[in-house]
């Protein structure tokens, strides 16, 4: 312990500076692994739980391959309502232009209320006539420039029922004019609140998706028959058609953000790699500059047990060499 503290602690003391560079690279690195680690985690965490959210009791999705599924095809899928509730929809993200200069990412659902009430829970808040009613919630939506917000978003960004929103979608801006809230209930609380419903119609028109729909959600009335839905649905499907779960759209969109993961990870570990280059320099400036002392231990290892050493300051100590 003598050795350690008077030459290893005593070059520390008289060093702070680097001393302090040398913890920070490392602690920097370390943390900066950690931190992105933990990103991905809640991403992902936070884009199932918006799937599930979203998805609400649907038990199966009908989707189509590209573009989704044509409305030439929705008649022919009359049969789907043998097995229970069904309901096409949009869905994309948006900017929302909530200030000058200033844009906020959410999550647009566009659908027709009459087909999607069994699926998911809305409650109205408050309308432009203050009442919140099935007939209120209908009569906003007929409206293509009509969007309701959830009560969290628009509290966060001083809106009220009237007032105008423009959503950026893809290199268009659309205005639309808030007619209700919803409270921070169901699909509501997606993203945190930052989420937009219109009708299905509009949505169509705001994505430009005229003619088509993203996917057919079907809620099953008997959940218990679900594999053997999912088999003789697929079976009697078109070409070009596909069922599958919620939880699998999740997976498959997790596979694609897998590669994004991997290059937050990879520069996460360059920050290590750059703590552990400061390091090294440290150290290796550290040896060239005591080479002298390094020497005269190396020299006294095979000494005796008892020796006096006359470090460069002029002190005299007595150390106890260890043996080789």
């Known amino acids: 312990m003598t050795l350690f503290r008077w030459f290893i602690l005593r070059r520390l003391r008289a060093e702070p500076v680097r001393t302090m560079l040398t913890v920070a690279g490392i602690a920097l690195g370390v943390g900066v692994v950690l931190a992105i680690r933990l990103a991905n985690q809640s991403a992902l965490g936070g884009f199932r739980a918006a799937l599930d959210t979203v998805a609400g009791k649907t038990s199966l999705e009908i989707t189509g391959a590209g573009l989704g599924v044509s409305e030439d095809r929705l008649n022919a899928l009359g049969w789907l309502r043998e097995w229970g509730d069904v309901s096409p929809v949009i869905e994309g993200d948006a900017m929302a232009l909530v200030s000058q200069g200033r844009a906020e990412a959410v999550r647009v659902l566009g659908v027709d209320i009459l087909q999607d009430q069994p699926l998911r829970d809305y ?18 939506l007929i409206d293509p420039a009509s969007i ?13 029922v009237g007032s105008p929103l423009s959503l950026s979608i893809g290199d268009a801006v659309h205005p639309f004019v808030i007619r209700a809230l919803l409270r921070n209930e169901g699909p509501a609380r997606v993203m945190d609140g930052n989420f937009v419903l219109m009708d ?11 003619g088509r729909v993203d996917r057919v959600d079907l809620r099953l009335a008997d959940p218990a028959r679900l594999d053997d839905a999912e088999r003789i649905i697929a079976s009697r499907l078109p070409a070009g058609l596909a069922v599958q779960r919620p939880a699998r759209r999740g997976a498959q969109v997790e596979r694609m953000l897998a590669s994004f993961q991997f290059n937050l990870a990879a520069l996460s570990w360059v920050a290590v790699l750059v703590g552990l280059f400061l390091v090294h320099n440290t ?11 390094i020497g005269m231990l190396r ?26």
């Open 123 to 140: 409650r109205l808040l408050q309308t432009a006539r203050g009442e919140a009613t099935a007939e209120s919630f209908l009569r906003l």
């Open 148 to 160: 309701v917000v959830s009560e969290g978003f628009a509290r966060r960004h001083s809106l009220v």
């Open 200 to 210: 299905i119609a509009a949505a169509q028109w705001a994505f430009d998706r005229l």
């Open 283 to 293: 150290v290796s400036t550290s040896v060239i500059a005591r080479r002298e002392e």
């Open 299 to 324: 020299a006294l290892s095979s000494a005796s047990k008892s020796v006096t050493v006359f470090p460069s300051s002029g002190r005299v100590r007595r150390f106890t060499a260890p043996a080789v």
